[in-house]
Structures are given as structure tokens and as C-alpha cells.
């Protein structure tokens, strides 16, 4: 496997610095000044041509005179000169860049063009590059400081991203006093080339970093973004904090959904898919990175407080209730034990009051007690100073208490500033996260509970799925190229509910009339009552213009409907075109609830999802959530769970519970149609009536636009859905029916099956040991995978009314993004019968289809048919000179 793209920038083993002088002001003559005094273990090669010599070292004027390998150039120099410094990069063989340099157009200034000329000069010469206008890139680990900030930063187990030069300088500046220290520093400036993706992609594997914490500005690419953040929070904790949160569009919108989505609601909602936790402020994103440098990992939400004042306890519990954290229940065992160490009027429950007066002794007691409780998951120490209070004798009796190897994390408030001074400096150099009041540590522990939160929320897969399910989707795509062949934006009633059919979403039968005498015909079809409303391309909600009559029961009044809405619309409206009306039953649900299930597309994430309470007052009660797509049953319940009229699906009073699956199935095929149809930019379902017996949607909008013609097949989702172009349906020898189709997330069943029924040899061939079935953390591995950054396709042979998964051949993408490592495995039961070679055919295509070049693999030596296999499909193999006993094989495509 290749190593990561960014591995010489992050690690490099020589610098060149463009700009670099003895001056001490300008940028170039600090950044040569940081990487000399930091101690980097590299050559520093100056560049510049006004020098022969600086520092002692000889001085070049171009990369292109140094006559050496270069790694790493770190430009300062004018922005005019950028382009140039590439090519010159380029030809000389330095493929990686960091451009301090401003004056690229950002914050919306003069230098678009030089930004455009600076993007093709670097695709041109292979160079990528961070930046311009970044301050750099600090690597303590490797002694590297490439910015122009003037504090040094300590060696630790945090890396940085931002996208502001301002919050590195201040975050570098504030860790040393606070016994931080940090893996990386990294500086994206505009993220012109390199962006938050492929430098997490990196740090996901830094064996120096075990946690990230990201502040964003903006998101140039945002199916990159949320792929890496993903991969990156299996294995580490990311907090993000994003700024510009109250930042609201003007745009008008035609649908319902479209005026109730909001940028940081969708982000929040991108957030959620990935697993990363949120900050709200500078001083949440500081009070993280204390929390994580001391390394320790919460089990669990429940956290014990030990303090001295009942006032501070009950500040750091309503920061609890906040940050959804519970307080602790104390074991009676722990209560027994507290007993008898603190004075009889302690509180006796969580908050653990150690009374004012409390000493050294009485603290170690209680914390060492509480620390161990095997209900408590973190622990907050507070101190108030008063006059007998010995803080740092407290302070040193709270480290003596806890035990040698650290299981929970253990976060400090000891208030005040001189008289606790020592005592906070006695407990950060110790390890333990200190804190100036209780909220903001309250705050941090959260953060550790939420990520533990949704490590467990990612192991929840969703229940099988049907295999006869198709939607329409020649069909869709026919009825909405009419329409934009037409040069329409909005489908009509009838139209609109002709794609949600496509996609078996349940509707009420729409019929258009254009007189009394049709609209008289149309409710005769239908049957009694009926409900009639305005058909117009240039009114989207009817009921505003009086464009709706509804509970008609009889022909003279169908007709006076008729003659009311036209005139009312026409009134309203005397621009808009009337079509005339459209006729439906009026909607037969019983203990029917009104929801809307809406589609919006934000300018950053694309489609995004919105359910809700519905009817008339929808846009009043706000009472709704978002989700991106594509989803499944366990993300569509989460997304339903998020509203308030969720509990009024519920059985109540005299009324049943609403047949919660059959919402459910909407949500996901709603979700299926915006991610198969990119013409689709706006939708709105409301009412959805939902009931008992299932749901009916009684009213459909919908938006549509061209996509842009460069867009590929999902390039509109920052989340790439499940690829159904890729299902084939075939045969085996016998007439059993195949069908070979891309892995999803409600496969976790079949899977788990699969692996379990293997042989012994087979599991031994595929996993190169003994297993006897899949954890939960590898069945949503292999099952809830990202289609853009790997590929898994299952085998299933049809028994009757139910498939069994027979095979899986699967690859995963290098950091090279151009070759890509497979495995596959078939049940011994149904060797012979060439499923294995339609696998391996059936990937060969998916990753084409990904740009790959290269298929490898490694084989154990013994595995005949498999190296027999492998020689069938053209791969070539050769030992593994790391070990004798594999065989590497390689295929190119």
C-alpha cells in the first residue's frame, strides 16, 4: 500500500524556505527562524535570490539550484510570484507546498484570478498544497515548526485543525501554561487544494494523535469532509466548532421545507452522520482540548461531583441537565463508605458535599470512594477557597487518591485565582484537566460522553430489507424531463404525485379538471366527499390565495367549489396561470395525524431530509428536524425521535399509535428519491396523514432544475447512497437465482450468518486467524461502509421467499486514490459454481468505476484455490518478502 498523500508534507524529511532572510520581521525570516530553533533534524534549504547567504546555510535562489530531494517548500513570498514557485516545485520534484502568502481573493478582495492561475499552475506540476494565507504547519513530534507564530508549541496528543491562523496562534500561545500539548497544528488558510478531509485522512492513522479538534469557516468539499470525518471518529474523538451559526438565507423558497431549513441545522445534521461532537464557543473548543489531552475516555454518561460548597455543586448539575449528562447514583456501598470517612451532615447523594470545612483528608477519602464506584463514569472535583481551606494540600490528597492507572477521566474546579493558584498547577502538571468554574468542565466531560454516545448509536443496524423492493426510476426520470423539457421548474399536482408513486410512497389519487362539468366527473371518479384546489404552475400554496374547498359532498356543490377558486385564485393572483382545478377523495386514515416530509437542497451538503408536524400551521409550529441522506430504519426513527410530535405517534388517550414503520418507509424512500433523481431540489409531503393502518400522502410539491451537466451519478449527496446501478441479477448451474448487488447497512443479519457459517479454513484464509463470528464494531464496518472510499459486494442466492448471502468479495480504496486492496470469501458450501469469479468481475467494474488502476491483495501460501483463482483473473503474484508465507497479487484494470 502507498503511503498517504500528505505523508512528506506532515513528516517531511527536508524544508525549502521561499522568502527566508535574517531580517526577523518579514514572514519568511520567522518561519526559517521556528524551523532552526525548534531543532528540525532536516536540511532547511533558504530560497532566495537576494541572498547568497542566511543563518550560515547557503542560500539558493530557486529549488530548482539546490541539486537535492526536497519534501516539504514553505512559501512566503508575493502572490504574483506563486505560481511560478510552483512550476518550479513541480520540475524539480517537490510535490508538497504550505503558501503563507496572502492576496488569493479571500474574504471576498481582488485575486480571483491569480487564485485560478495558482490552482492550474499546481495541477499542472502535481504539487498540492496548504493554503494561501495560512500561517503554516507546527509538528512537534518531529521538532517542526513551520509558521511565522511567535510561541513554540509543546509536544502532546492533539492535533488542530483551523481554518483561522488566529485560533492556532492563540491555542499555541494558551498550552504551554496549561501543560498542553499538540501532535499538529495545522493551518488551512483559503483550503484552496488540501482541506479538512485529506488532513484528517491523515492524522486518522498518526500514531502521535488520539484526538482532533477541527474549527471551520467554511466547507469547500463537503462529500470529502464528511467521508474522512467519518473514517476518523471509529477510531478518535473529533470536536468541531464552527462558526457563523445564525448565518439565515433570504432566498425564497417553494416549498414548506425550503423555508424551514436553516445552514447550521443541515450542519448539525452532517455532523450527526459522521459522529463528531460539536462545540459552541472558543472557550468549549479550549475547554475540549484540556479534557482530551489528559487521554482518558468516558465508559459512559454518568458523572459523581465532589465539592465543598453546595452552591458550585448545584452549578456544575444544571450544567449536567444541560449537556444531557447524569448525575451519578452512588452505590450503596459507596454511601457506606462515605459515611464513615465525612461528618454526618455531608449530602449523602451526588453532588457529594464534603461541607466547607473539609480537608486534605476528607477530599482523598471522598474521591478515592466516588472514583471507584462502578456507577460513576467521570469524576468533577470542586473547591471553593475558604479561610481554612489547604488547596494545594487538597489538590495533592486528589492525586494520591486516584490510582495508578487511570480507567475514568478526572476533571478539576478549584475557583479562584491566588489563593488556588498552586494547587491548579499542582493538578495540571499531574495530568489532570483543570478548570476555572464548574460549567465549562461540565462541558468537556460531556464532550467524552457524547463520543462515547455515538460510538454505541454507530453500532445500531437496522433491520433487513426486502430484496424485491425497486422504484420506478425510468419512469421518475421520465416525468421530470418533461417537465424541464418544458421549461417548468414546479410538477404539477397530478405530476408530483405520479413520482411519489413511482417510489410506491402511498398518495391520494389526483384528477384534473379544467370546467364544472370536468371537475363534476372527476368527483364522481374519485367517489364522495372530495376536495378540490387551485391548478396553477405559479401558486404553490394554495390555501393562500383561497385555493382550496375540502369535505364536498354533493355535484351543485362541486360546481360552486369550482366557480370559488378559480375566481379567488384569479383575484389573488391575476398574473398566475389557472389550469382550472384538481379533484382527490378526501383522505381515509383513521386517528390520522398530520406530518410533513420534506426535501431541501443546502448549498454546501446538498439533499437534505426534513420531517415534522404538518398542515397549515407547519410553518408556525417549527416543530421539525433534519437529517441527511441517503438513510435506513435505524436513521429515520432517530430523525422522527428529534420532533416533539413524535410522542403524539404513540398510542394516547382514546387513540392508537400510528403505524410507525409505515413513516418510517416514507422517510427512506423520499430519501431514495433525491438521491436518484438530482433534478429534484425542493419536495414537500404535506399532509402526510399517518394512522393506525399506515399513511397517505394528500398533498405533493415539487422542485426541480437541471443539474449541472459536469455532475456525476451522485456527485449531488455529500453522502454517497447505495449504488443500486451496480445490482445484477444472474443464475447458478442449477437454475437457482443470484443476485450479486453492493453490501448495505440492513445486510448486518446476513452477515453475521455468513461469517459464522463459514469453515474453519475459509476463516482462516479471510481473516489470517481463528474467529468464530464478527464483534459489533465489525459487523457496521463491513456493512455501514462509504461507498466512495470502499466497495463490498455480497453474493445472495434466492430459497424460496427468503436470500441467503453465499459470498462477499470487498476492496478498500489506498491513500494513493488510485489503487485499492481486496479480500473476498465464498461459502465452502458453493465452491465450484463460479460465484467467486462473477465477484471478483463485479468489482473489477465498481472500482473502475472509481478511477482505480490497481487491484492487490495478499494470499496465505496455502491457499490453492484461491492463487488458482487469482492466475484465472490475470493477477500476478510474487512472495512477500516481509513474510514467507504470502502471497502478494497484483491486477491492473
Known amino acids: 500500500m502507498d503511503a498517504n498523500p500528505l505523508a512528506k508534507m506532515m513528516n517531511p524529511r527536508s524544508v525549502a524556505v521561499y522568502g527566508a532572510s535574517e531580517s526577523g520581521k518579514s514572514v519568511g525570516s520567522l518561519v526559517f527562524a521556528n524551523l532552526r530553533a525548534d531543532g528540525f533534524a532536516g536540511p532547511i534549504y533558504p530560497i532566495n535570490p537576494k541572498y547568497k547567504k542566511v543563518g550560515g546555510l547557503t542560500c539558493y535562489p530557486s529549488i530548482l539550484d539546490v541539486g537535492e530531494e526536497v519534501d516539504l517548500a514553505v512559501i512566503a513570498t508575493p502572490a504574483r510570484t506563486v505560481p511560478g514557485i510552483i512550476r518550479d516545485l513541480g520540475e524539480a520534484g517537490t510535490k508538497n507546498a504550505i503558501i503563507l502568502s496572502a492576496g488569493f481573493g479571500e474574504g471576498g478582495g481582488d485575486g480571483a484570478d491569480e487564485e485560478k492561475e495558482l490552482i492550474a499552475a499546481a495541477q499542472r506540476a502535481g504539487v498540492r498544497f496548504m493554503g494561501p494565507n495560512c500561517v503554516g504547519l507546527v509538528r512537534p513530534w518531529n521538532n517542526m515548526n513551520a509558521t511565522f507564530l511567535r510561541a513554540g508549541t509543546p509536544k502532546g496528543r492533539i492535533a488542530l485543525i483551523s481554518q483561522s491562523g488566529a485560533l ?176 454526618r451532615y455531608w449530602s449523602h447523594g451526588n453532588p457529594v458535599d464534603v461541607l466547607g470545612d473539609a480537608g486534605a483528608k476528607e477530599y482523598g477519602a471522598a474521591v478515592k470512594a466516588v472514583y471507584d464506584d462502578p456507577n460513576v463514569d467521570g469524576l468533577l472535583v470542586l473547591l471553593t477557597p475558604q479561610a481554612m481551606t489547604e488547596a494545594t494540600a487538597i489538590a495533592r490528597a486528589v492525586i494520591d487518591a486516584l490510582p495508578k492507572k487511570r480507567t475514568k477521566p478526572l476533571l478539576a474546579s478549584f475557583m479562584g485565582e491566588t489563593s488556588v493558584a498552586e494547587a491548579r498547577e499542582l493538578l495540571s502538571s499531574n495530568g489532570i484537566p483543570d478548570f476555572a468554574t464548574p460549567e465549562p468542565a461540565v462541558s468537556a466531560f460531556s464532550y467524552l460522553a457524547q463520543h462515547h454516545r455515538n460510538r454505541r448509536l454507530a453500532l445500531e443496524t437496522p433491520s433487513p430489507l426486502s430484496e424485491t423492493h425497486h422504484p420506478d426510476l425510468e419512469g421518475a426520470r421520465m416525468i421530470v424531463d418533461a417537465v424541464l423539457a418544458e421549461d417548468r421548474d414546479m410538477l404539477s399536482d397530478v405530476e408530483s404525485k405520479a413520482l411519489m408513486r413511482a417510489f410506491h410512497i402511498p398518495i391520494n389519487l389526483t384528477v384534473e379538471a379544467d370546467s364544472e362539468a370536468e371537475t363534476l366527473v372527476a368527483a364522481e371518479t374519485v367517489g364522495f366527499p372530495v376536495a378540490v384546489k387551485i391548478n396553477s404552475p405559479d401558486i404553490s400554496h394554495k390555501s393562500d390565495v383561497g385555493g382550496v374547498r375540502i369535505n364536498i359532498s354533493d355535484a351543485a356543490e362541486v360546481k360552486r367549489a369550482f366557480r370559488a377558486i378559480v375566481d379567488s385564485a384569479k383575484k389573488a393572483r391575476p398574473n398566475a396561470r389557472i389550469k382550472g382545478v ?67 405517534l404513540d398510542a394516547f388517550r382514546d387513540r392508537a399509535a400510528v403505524d410507525r414503520e409505515a413513516v418510517i418507509d416514507v422517510l427512506m424512500r423520499v430519501s431514495d428519491l433525491v438521491c436518484e433523481l438530482p433534478q429534484v431540489v425542493e419536495l414537500d409531503i404535506n399532509p402526510l396523514f399517518a394512522g393506525p393502518d399506515g399513511v397517505l400522502a394528500v398533498d405533493a410539491r415539487v422542485r426541480v432544475a437541471r443539474p449541472p451537466a459536469r455532475d456525476g451519478r451522485y456527485d449531488h449527496v455529500s453522502i454517497h447512497p447505495y449504488p443500486r446501478h451496480l445490482v445484477r441479477e444472474d443464475y447458478l448451474t442449477d437454475g437457482t437465482p443470484l443476485i450479486i448487488r453492493p453490501i448495505r447497512p440492513e445486510d448486518a443479519e446476513s452477515e453475521q450468518t455468513f461469517v459464522r457459517e463459514l469453515s474453519d479454513e475459509a476463516k482462516m484464509f479471510r481473516f489470517m486467524g481463528s474467529m468464530n463470528e464478527l464483534s459489533p464494531e465489525m459487523l457496521v464496518q463491513f456493512t455501514q461502509i462509504d461507498y466512495r472510499r470502499e ?35 465464498v461459502n465452502d458450501k458453493v465452491q465450484h459454481q463460479g460465484i467467486g469469479t462473477r465477484l471478483m468481475k463485479a468489482l473489477f467494474g465498481a472500482a473502475r468505476d472509481h478511477g482505480m488502476t490497481v487491484m492487490e491483495g495478499t494470499v496465505l501460501r496455502n491457499n490453492a484455490p484461491m492463487l488458482k483463482l487469482m492466475h484465472e483473473l490475470g493477477f500476478t503474484q510474487r512472495m512477500d518478502p516481509d513474510d514467507p508465507e504470502l502471497v502478494l497479487v497484483e491486477r491492473y484494470l
Open 168 to 343: 492556532n496562534s492563540a491555542i499555541s500561545d494558551w498550552a504551554g501554561p496549561h501543560h498542553l500539548g499538540f501532535s499538529a497544528l495545522v493551518s488551512l488558510g483559503n483550503s484552496t487544494n488540501i482541506d479538512f478531509g485529506d488532513v484528517m485522512q491523515f492524522l486518522a492513522t498518526d500514531p502521535h494523535t488520539d484526538a482532533i479538534l477541527l474549527y471551520v469557516e467554511g466547507i469547500r468539499n463537503a462529500p470529502s469532509f464528511l467521508s474522512a470525518m467519518k473514517a476518523t471518529t471509529r477510531l478518535k474523538p473529533v470536536i468541531v466548532l464552527k462558526s457563523g451559526r445564525h448565518a439565515s438565507s433570504s432566498a425564497a423558497a417553494a416549498t414548506h421545507t425550503g423555508a424551514l431549513m436553516g445552514t447550521d441545522t443541515v450542519f448539525d445534521a452532517a455532523l450527526e452522520r459522521t459522529g463528531a461532537v460539536r462545540a459552541l464557543s472558543f472557550g468549549q473548543l479550549f475547554a475540549a482540548a484540556e479534557i482530551l489531552s489528559s487521554n482518558k475516555r468516558a465508559a459512559g454518561n454518568r458523572l459523581a461531583i465532589v465539592t465543598n460548597g453546595g452552591g458550585a455543586g448545584v452549578l456544575a448539575a444544571d450544567r449536567a441537565g444541560d449537556t444531557r449528562v447524569d448525575l451519578a447514583k452512588l452505590s450503596p456501598k459507596t454511601i457506606e463508605a462515605l459515611d464513615k470517612v465525612l461528618p
Open 582 to 648: 384538481t379533484v382527490e377523495a378526501m383522505a381515509k386514515v383513521t386517528d390520522g395525524r398530520e406530518l410533513v416530509i420534506g426535501a431541501s437542497r443546502d448549498k454546501v451538503f446538498g439533499p437534505t431530509i426534513l420531517f415534522g408536524a404538518g398542515g397549515t400551521m407547519v410553518e408556525v409550529l417549527k416543530d421539525s428536524a433534519v437529517a441527511l441522506p441517503p438513510l435506513n430504519s435505524v436513521l429515520a426513527d432517530r430523525l422522527i425521535n428529534r420532533t416533539r410530535v413524535s410522542r403524539l
Open 791 to 825: 466497495m463490498a459486494m455480497v453474493a445472495m442466492v434466492q430459497r424460496g421467499k427468503s436470500s441467503q448471502q453465499v459470498g462477499v468479495a470487498r476492496y478498500v480504496i489506498n491513500p494513493d486514490g488510485r489503487s485499492c486492496e481486496f479480500a473476498i470469501v
